[in-house]
C-alpha cells in the first residue's frame, strides 16, 4: 500500500477559482498516475483544515482491491472516532 495526499493543495471553498482551469488541473494532478498505470485507488477523509475536509490517497498493487477496501475502512473508522 502507497499513502499519500488526494490533492497538492488544501481544498478551496466552494466556487474558488473555478475560473482557472489549470487550478483546477493541478488538483487531480495527483491521481492522475495511479489512474494510468491501473493501481486500484481510493481517497478517503483524513481530516480538516478550516473546516474543509482533506482527502488521503490509498494505492494498492494491481488486483489487490481487497486490500485496499480493508486498509480504507480501517482507516476512516479511525479518522472518525
Keep these: 500500500m502507497l499513502v ?3 490533492m497538492p493543495v488544501l481544498p478551496f471553498k ?3 477559482q473555478i475560473d ?5 488541473y493541478m488538483c487531480d494532478i495527483l491521481t492522475v498516475p495511479v489512474n494510468l498505470v491501473g493501481c ?3 481517497s478517503i477523509p483524513c481530516g480538516s483544515v478550516q473546516g474543509l475536509p482533506v482527502g488521503m490517497q ?4 494491481l488486483f489487490r482491491e481487497d486490500l485496499l477496501f480493508r486498509s480504507g475502512h ?3 473508522d479511525r479518522s472518525l472516532s
Excluded: D
Design 14 to 16: 466552494v466556487g474558488e
Design 40 to 42: 486500484p485507488a481510493i
Design 4 to 6: 499519500g495526499p488526494t
Design 74 to 76: 480501517v482507516l476512516e
Design 20 to 24: 482557472n482551469p489549470l487550478t483546477l
Design 58 to 61: 490509498l494505492i494498492a498493487p
